[in-house]
């Protein structure tokens, strides 16, 4: 278990016959040099999920799952987080949420299994079969784009 979520636990009194499972280091970084997991489509992924047994059942505490899309995908990342109860995003209604390409942007999402999850991760999030190729990108993306490498990089 990761010494951070070890002390959330605690903190929340949660830590009692809690467990962690991982596929590969959170990675929030996208650095391909941590552990993760390729698909055979190029996109790449790794998660974590938090629980702990409570009268002979697993209660799901939290998760996060993490999938890097190839370039032109519509999107670089998606994440569905399930932060732990107590979190400071509970107080918004937003501890089940996904980042779709921005760790700043969070959209409420519903709370999935991990079995769910780890399907959606190494089944969908795929470009459809009618549309093998990504979508070329039109003006707007280029603008978008262009302007916030220019945001980012005058700040240095």
């Not at 650095?31 to 047994?53: N, Q």
């Not at 400071?88 to 769910?116: K, V, W, Y």
Request: hydrophobic fraction near 35%.
């Amino acid at each position: 278990m990761r010494p951070s979520v070890a002390r959330d636990l605690k903190e929340r009194n949660l830590h009692v016959e809690a467990f962690s499972i991982t596929g590969g280091d959170k990675n929030q970084a996208r650095s391909r040099d941590l552990r993760h997991f390729v698909r055979d489509d190029g996109a790449w992924f790794d998660f974590s999920i938090t629980g702990r047994e409570r009268q002979g059942a697993v209660q799901l505490l939290a998760y996060d799952f993490e999938i890097r899309l190839r370039p032109n995908s519509g999107a670089p990342f998606v994440r569905f987080d399930l932060n732990l109860p107590g979190h400071d995003n509970e107080q918004h209604s937003l501890r089940c949420h996904i980042h779709c390409g921005s760790d700043d942007f969070l959209l409420p999402a519903p709370m999935m299994t991990p079995t769910e999850l780890l399907t959606l991760f190494t089944e969908g999030l795929r470009l459809t079969e009618s549309r093998r190729e990504p979508r070329t990108p039109k003006a707007h993306d280029r603008e978008w784009f262009e302007t916030t490498l220019q945001i980012l990089t005058s700040s240095d």
